[in-house]
Structures are given as structure tokens and as C-alpha cells.
Nanobody
């Protein structure tokens, strides 16, 4: 059974940094078969959930334009954990952050990842990030 658990959220002032963690169970992140791709999403009050960054089974990454250069998605295979390193945070980065995982189909390239919510079957419960000005 796939389970995802986020941690690391908190309250920071604009310009600050946070590192979010997503510990996975039920599958192995970054295994040699490239079974899963993963992503970070966020949802602000009254807004739709949006994809922030994703990482493909082969390590290829993709970012939302507004976080490019400030956020980095990475994974620690030994700890079976996905990270989101967030620097130069802005008030508009405030929201609940979720990690998600999806098993790659045989027809999906190993370099493919997605920031679309509809692509993912497995979700964590979220961790709150609040950035004050």
C-alpha cells in the first residue's frame, strides 16, 4: 500500500527558506526500474491545487515558472524521501503543500513527469507553509 507523509512546513518571513520532506512507503523512490514519478503541489485558500514541481523516474525535473530558480525538487533514495527545497519565499507561496506519486505505465517514458493533479493516484495529507511579508 502506497503511503506518503509530508513534513517540514511552517511560518517564515518573505525571503526565508524551508525544506519540505515527503516520506514514502509501499514503493521505492528512484529504483532501478523507474516505476514512479512524483510531484509537489500546493493549494492556497479558495484556489485550485497547482503543481509546483515534478521529478521523473530518471530524475528529470520540471517546475512551475513562478518557482523556477527558487525551488528545487530532489530525492534521497536511501531514505525513500522526496524533498522540496524552497528559497527566497514570497507571500504568494503560502498554501498547503502536498506530495504525490504515480506508478509509471509501460507506455510512459522514463523521463516523463507531470504537474497535473489528474495524473496522480497517491497523495499525502499535506503540510502548511505560511510566508509573511
Amino acid at each position: 500500500q502506497v503511503q506518503l507523509q509530508e513534513s517540514g512546513g511552517g511560518s517564515v518571513q518573505a525571503g526565508g527558506s524551508l525544506r519540505l520532506s515527503c516520506t514514502a512507503s509501499g514503493f521505492t523512490i528512484g529504483n532501478k526500474y523507474g516505476d514512479y514519478y512524483m510531484a509537489w503541489f500546493r493549494q492556497a485558500p479558495g484556489k485550485e491545487r497547482e503543481g509546483v514541481a515534478c521529478v521523473a523516474a530518471d530524475g528529470t525535473t520540471n517546475y512551475k515558472d513562478s518557482v523556477q530558480g527558487r525551488f528545487t525538487i530532489s530525492q534521497d533514495n536511501a531514505e525513500n524521501t522526496l524533498f522540496l527545497h524552497m528559497n527566497h519565499l514570497k507571500p504568494e507561496d503560502t498554501g498547503m503543500y502536498f506530495c504525490a506519486a504515480q506508478r509509471r505505465s509501460p507506455y510512459t517514458s522514463i523521463w516523463f513527469c507531470s504537474r497535473a493533479t489528474s495524473r496522480f493516484d497517491y497523495w499525502g495529507q499535506g503540510t502548511q507553509v505560511t510566508v509573511s511579508s
